[in-house]
């Protein structure tokens, strides 16, 4: 099984006090983090200490040093162990989001060279232990972690040559699927966003080896190679093949039956690792979506749900989901430059408070069964292939109008979060407590969340009623949340980058722009997938979108297909505009 980022910073002898360090008295200094051995390369060390120290109050300095290449800007970032607050600051600008917090550089110390240092302070607030914080990252890597060895020949030096970075993406380019490039050029204005990447989807077992004479795995990954050049590469594959797949959505239904476990072990998941696994791409930073739209539905499409399905019911009873998955992070996880995210829905599926909790324990128990432990994943995504909103600036969850909460619009109907960047940080939030690693990372796939064009609201909507007001100001313009096939009015969302937010890896574009989720009518096929009526643009619902018409486009193709009235459509409403 893979080793955990926590695993190697022990075997490679970086110190850190524990988080439970307990100061006291008025006169007294905590260091969080020291230097690393001094034999071993870190990318940047930073020195945490807490200078003055009251009942209810601190002060404490900060030093950031830049082991890695010259930066112009740098942000650091950290998570508070306690209840810590941060109160004002100085020589950077400093937020916070729950214990999440990050520190930004001002304009005249941004610039850090090779071996450059910096420091910044702020007071803050706590109450009972201010717990020190233990981890940090400077524009995303580590600190106070080993990147390599100081001799890889040296069989006593106890550095991992071939362990995995914290966040796969930073400083590395990400893979540019040459077959999604030349359809995105064909079409009007395509060339605009070609040269984007998008994720690599094994849909079928034949996807491995290449479909109708388009390119397999192996091919993706030696082009990656060729793409890599010097530099670090990232290769995105969706791993999407489970027995009884997407049992509640018939348009993303698969070729693998509810018992067929071990054909999807034998002849899916363990070709793929032994291709993965060969020392030919080891050089390349292999990112696996894992399972989309599966898990999630064992929690919400279930009896007792409003929204039961039978076939959901079925792999519920016979586990075939959990051992899938696990058998993929297990195998998956063994090897060492590839980096597991499982699927974790989007806010306006899980979101609500029977939802959320109850599928952060299935994450939990999925990935700690069928040989797969929690050090093989390496974080999670949400909104894969979905269209919920990043941010919705126009309202916030606390708001009211007229003394009703927003929770009580129509449109949020008592969920927790109005948009995927809060919900996403607060699933990981609730992961890690639940035993993940601490510096687990999200992904969130921005591909088709963007929501622009003219129907894109300007500011909040009138504060009529609570309704007036979220629906005037929402970006999403889908007539219900529950809506998911091929919607009208959607855009490009945010470009795929790294690092965008505390706790998120990167923005992602996993569901390449202009394939269908699913097609209107019904269509004869050969790769089990069968018709949904959300993808119907006359269907007039059902419980799963409060009996709303679908939203859907006409003249969609089968899931996966190129629909060119779909990727015109997301061209125009981007957002940001292109």
Known sequence: MSRTRTDRTRLRGSTALAAALVLSGAACVGTAVAAPDS????ACTV?????NQWDTGFTTSVSVTNNGAAVSSWNLTWSFAGNQKVSSGWNADISQSGTAVTAKSLSYNGTLATGGSTSFGFNGTYSGTNALPTAFKLNGVTCN??????????????????????NPYAGAK???NPEWKAKADAEPGGSKISSQPTGVWLDRIAAIGGVNGGMGLRDHLDDALTQKGSGEEVVQLVVYDLPGRDCAALASNGELGPTDIDKYKSDFIDP??????????????????IEIDSLPNLVTNVSGRPTATPNCDVMKANGNYQKGVGYALDKLGDIPNVYNYI???HHGWLGWDDNFGASAELFKSTASSNGA?????????????NYSALKENNFTIDDSVNGTSVRQSKWVDWNRYTDELSYAQAMRTKLVSLGFDQNLGMLIDTSRNGWGGAARPAGPGAKTTVDTYVDGGRYDRRIHLGNWCNQSGAGLGERPQANPATGIDAYVWM?????????STAVDNDEGKGFDRMCDPTYTGNPRNNNHLSGALPNAPLSGHWFSAQFQELLKNAYPAL
């Open 39 to 42: 034999a071993a390369a870190a």
């Open 47 to 51: 020195d945490y200490k807490v200078q």
């Open 145 to 166: 972690e080993d990147t390599g060895p100081t001799d890889p020949t040296d069989p006593t030096d106890p550095t991992d040559p071939s362990g995995r970075v914290d």
């Open 174 to 176: 990400v893979y540019v």
């Open 272 to 289: 793929i690792a032994a291709i993965l696994a060969d020392p030919k791409y080891a050089g390349l930073r292999i990112v696996t979506t």
């Open 343 to 345: 699927d974790a829905g």
């Open 373 to 385: 432990k929690l050090s093989d994943v390496h974080g999670f995504i949400v909104n894969t292939a």
């Open 511 to 519: 569901k390449p722009p202009g394939e269908s989720d699913g097609s």
